[in-house]
C-alpha cells in the first residue's frame, strides 16, 4: 500500500512533460530501427501505413496512458489501481500495471546493450578505431567489438550507470534537467546531418524512397511491423508515459500534448532517414541493409565522405543522447513505485533498480559472445528478451489499457481527465472501444503464430 501522503512531485516547467515524454519517444527507435525496418519494407508506402498507425492507434493510447497516470497519481501499479477502485471494479486489473512496469524493465535490459553500441561507436570514431574499405570490414569491426564481454559489458554498464544517475536526482533535477539541454541539443545535431546529407549527394534518391508511394512494396507483414513499431517507437504500455503523466499538472491539455510527442516522435523518424538515407544511397549502399545499417554501413559511407569522421562522431553522440533520455523514461515506473511503496529515497531506488538491472543486462550482453549458444528455441537472452516484450507485453499491455478505458472504468474519469469537446471525445472513445483493440488483437494473433501473414 501507498505510504507517501505528501502531494506528488510535478513537472517544474511549462515543457518539462512535453520535452521529457518526447524524450521518452525519441530513441534508437527512431534513429536505429525505424531507417532499417523502412529499408526492409520497401520505403514510401510503408511510411504511410505507419502514419496512420501511429496517429489512430498511438495517440488513443497514449491519451489513455497519460490520464490514468494524472488520475492515479502514481507508478502504474498504483496509479491504475487506485482509479480502477474510484470505478469499483476488481484488484485484478491492476495487472496491466504490473505490466506494464514489467515490460519498460525488460526493454532496458537489452536497451543498454545497443545504446552501449552507439556510446563505444564515438569513441572508436574519435579514437580511429573504424577503418576499412569494405562492408566485410565494417561487420569484423562489430563482432570483433561483441566478441569482448569486458568491453562490451563496460559500454552498457556505463549506459547503466549514467541512466541511474540522472533517475536518481530526481524528477526535477534529474530527469527534467536533462532533458532541457539534450532534446534542443539532439534537434540540433540531426539538422547539422540533414544538412550535411543535403550536400552528400543522395538526397533526392533518399526523399524518394522515404516518400514516394509505390502499393506494391507494401506487404500485409510489413503494415503489422508498422504497428508493432508504431508502439514501441511512442513508449506505449511500458509504464514510461504513464508514469511520466502522473507528474502532469492539471491544467494542461492531453490531447494536445499527445499528439505534439507523436508528431516529434514522427518528424524524428523521418528526418534520421534524411540524415541516414543520403549516405547510404551517395555510397551505393543497400536500404535494406536490416539491424546492422547505421553501426556498419553508416560509419563506412562517413568514411568516404568529406568530413565524414566529424559528422560521424556526431550523429553517434546525437544517437547516445536519444538513448539516454528514453532509457531514463523506461526505470522511471519502477523508481516512483519503489520510493512510494517502500519508503526508498530517489538515488536508493535508483541503485538499487540499478544492480538488478546490471545483473540482468549483463546476460543480455553476453549473448554476443561467451552466452551466445544459451538459447532456448533458437533465441538467445538478448533475442527473447525483445522478442517477449513487443510481441507480448506490449500487445498485451496496451489491449489491456484500452479495454480498462473503453469499457471498465467509468466514463467520468476519462471525461474529466481528457476534458475534450464532445465530438473529440467520441473519437477518442471510438478508437480506444474499437480501432486499438482490434489492431493490437490482429498483431498479437500473427505474434502466436495463429496467423501468419
Ligand atoms: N520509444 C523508445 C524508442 O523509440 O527508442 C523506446 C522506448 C522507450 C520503449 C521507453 C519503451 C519505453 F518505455
Ligand atoms: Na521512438
Same mark, same amino acid.
Given at each position: ?218 506487404? @500485409? %507483414? =510489413?503494415?503489422?511491423?508498422? !504497428? ?5 517507437? &511512442? $513508449?506505449?504500455?511500458? +509504464? *514510461?508515459?504513464? #508514469? ?107 541503485? @538499487? %533498480? =540499478?544492480?538488478?538491472?546490471? !545483473? ?5 550482453? &553476453? $549473448?554476443?559472445?561467451? +552466452? *551466445?549458444?544459451? #538459447? ?78
Amino acid at each position: 500500500m501507498t505510504t507517501s501522503q505528501q502531494p506528488r512531485v510535478q513537472w517544474l516547467g511549462r515543457w518539462g512533460f512535453l520535452l521529457a515524454a518526447t524524450g521518452s519517444a525519441v530513441g534508437l527507435g527512431n534513429i536505429w530501427k525505424f531507417p532499417y525496418i523502412t529499408g526492409e519494407f520497401g520505403g514510401g508506402a510503408f511510411v504511410l501505413v505507419y502514419l496512420v498507425c501511429i496517429f489512430a492507434v498511438g495517440v488513443p493510447v497514449m491519451m489513455t496512458e497519460i490520464s490514468l497516470g494524472r488520475r492515479g497519481r502514481g507508478s502504474p501499479v498504483d496509479a491504475i489501481r487506485r482509479v480502477v477502485n474510484e470505478s469499483d471494479r476488481g484488484s485484478v486489473w491492476s495487472l496491466v500495471g504490473w505490466m506494464g512496469m514489467l515490460c519498460g524493465f525488460m526493454v532496458l535490459s537489452f536497451y543498454v546493450v545497443v545504446a552501449g553500441w552507439s556510446f563505444a561507436y564515438v569513441w572508436k570514431m574519435l579514437t580511429g578505431g573504424i577503418s576499412g574499405t569494405s562492408v566485410d570490414d565494417m561487420v569484423a569491426v562489430f563482432t570483433a567489438h561483441n566478441q569482448s564481454p569486458i568491453s562490451l559489458g563496460l559500454w552498457s554498464t556505463l549506459v547503466t550507470v549514467a541512466t541511474m544517475f540522472i533517475v536518481g536526482k530526481g524528477v526535477q533535477k534529474g530527469i527534467e534537467r536533462s532533458v532541457g539541454w539534450m532534446m534542443p541539443g539532439l534537434v540540433l545535431m540531426l539538422l547539422l546531418l540533414i544538412v550535411y546529407g543535403f550536400f552528400s549527394g543522395g538526397f533526392g534518391e533518399a526523399v524518394r524512397f522515404l516518400f514516394a508511394f509505390d502499393a506494391d512494396s507494401l506487404s @500485409s %507483414a =510489413g503494415m503489422l511491423a508498422a !504497428l508493432g513499431h508504431a508502439f514501441f517507437t &511512442l $513508449s506505449l504500455a511500458s +509504464g *514510461a508515459i504513464l #508514469t511520466y503523466g502522473s507528474y502532469l499538472p492539471k491544467s494542461a491539455s492531453i490531447g494536445r500534448t499527445a499528439i505534439g510527442v507523436a508528431i516529434a516522435d514522427t518528424v524524428v523518424a523521418l528526418m534520421a532517414g534524411l540524415a541516414i538515407f543520403p549516405a547510404i544511397f551517395a555510397n551505393g549502399m543497400d536500404p535494406g541493409e536490416g539491424p546492422g545499417l547505421i553501426f556498419m554501413s553508416l560509419p563506412l559511407a562517413f568514411q568516404s565522405m568529406p568530413l565524414g569522421t566529424l559528422f560521424g562522431v556526431l550523429f553517434f553522440i546525437m544517437l547516445s543522447m536519444a538513448a539516454l533520455t528514453s532509457s531514463i523514461s523506461m526505470i522511471e515506473a519502477t523508481l516512483s513505485w519503489l520510493c512510494d511503496n517502500k519508503g526508498l529515497s530517489r538515488p536508493q531506488a535508483a541503485w @538499487s %533498480a =540499478g544492480i538488478v538491472l546490471w !545483473l540482468i543486462s549483463t546476460l543480455a550482453m &553476453l $549473448s554476443f559472445n561467451v +552466452g *551466445a549458444d544459451w #538459447t532456448l528455441g533458437g533465441k538467445n537472452f538478448f533475442d527473447w528478451l525483445d522478442y517477449l516484450t513487443s510481441r507480448f507485453l506490449m500487445p498485451l499491455g496496451g489491449l489491456g489499457m484500452v479495454v480498462l478505458a473503453g469499457f471498465v472504468l467509468k466514463s467520468q474519469t476519462f471525461r474529466d481527465e481528457l476534458a475534450l469537446p464532445p465530438v473529440l471525445y467520441a473519437a477518442w472513445l471510438f478508437m480506444v472501444r474499437y480501432v486499438s483493440p482490434l489492431g493490437i488483437v490482429v498483431i498479437f494473433i500473427n505474434a502466436l503464430g495463429l496467423y501468419q501473414v
